[in-house]
């Protein structure tokens, strides 16, 4: 079982940068792939990224490509999100999520946990 606690959502303008983290407990870092989901208003929850278990692999929407960034601090067992240049159809909550067997299955939304999301509001 994995806990997994999302922070460092907000209100943000476009163009604007956030950055999220997900504090992680419960298993060892390093036994399970991470991922950022998100759901926009009236949209149903969609991949946006997610990391391999050791940080060797990672993958994007094509819509973040070049702006976001996920990455994992193993010291911290702590999953990141950067977003930069952020757009307003980037509003949505954002869900961080694992897979343990791995970052593929995690991309197909097999997930053995999720977090309890955090709010991103991109205005324009």
């Known amino acids: 079982q994995v806990q997994l606690v999302e922070s460092g959502g907000g209100l943000v303008q476009a163009g604007g940068s956030l950055r999220l983290s997900c504090a992680a407990s419960g298993r060892t870092f390093n036994t399970y792939a991470a991922g950022w989901f998100r759901q926009g208003p009236g949209k149903e929850r969609e991949f946006v990224a997610a990391i391999s278990k050791v940080a060797a692999f990672t993958s994007y929407i094509e819509s973040v490509q070049g702006r976001f960034t996920i990455s994992r601090d193993y010291a911290k067992n702590t999953v990141y999100l950067q977003m930069n240049s952020l757009k307003t159809e980037d509003t949505g909550i954002y869900y961080c999520?694992?897979?343990?067997?791995?970052?593929?299955?995690?991309?197909?939304?097999?997930?053995?946990?999720w977090g309890q999301g955090t709010q991103v509001t991109v205005s324009s």
């Open positions: 999520a694992v897979n343990f067997v791995s970052m593929e299955q995690l991309r197909r939304g097999l997930s053995d946990g």
